[in-house]
């Protein structure tokens, strides 16, 4: 409880990383978060003014960073691999409603699908990742982009609404 209510006050905290006073707040961010993520890598970079909801189904890779503002509502494990950039104002979300022909979508519930995003890979501003979404090894995912419960090539450049493979490396 304490951990959390540590690291929601230095969340509001603005953290310039070329100043001493902006690695020491990363510092205590990281080590606070490691007590109530699943699992959170302690050279990782937690920005400010993120919301998080069921933060002990986030698991965040080495050298990590989720960008300012960021979004993310983890009712099913959201799997951040290491070397990750997210730009701020990215939105995963781990649920949806389901659409059960004509009955009303208010008591159709919701499905929770998990978020898998690999190694090395880079995400835009104001991306929103969808429930069941997996983003491999390498991929940048271009600003803006809504990207479904889909599994993408690694290596490739994805972007648009929905993300489709816009360049592939081979």
Known sequence: M????????????????????????????????QSFFGSCAKNSNLRPKLKLRHPKNIHLGKRSSIGDNARIIATAPVHIGDDVLMAPDVVILTDTHCINGREKILDSGTTKKPVFIGNDVWIGTRVTILAGAEIPDGCVVAAGAVVPAKKYPPYSVIGGVPAKVIKQER
């Open 2 to 33: 304490l951990a959390k209510w540590t690291f929601s006050v230095f969340n509001v905290l603005p953290m310039p990383n070329r100043l001493l006073f902006g690695r020491i707040i990363r510092h205590i961010k990281n080590q606070m978060a």
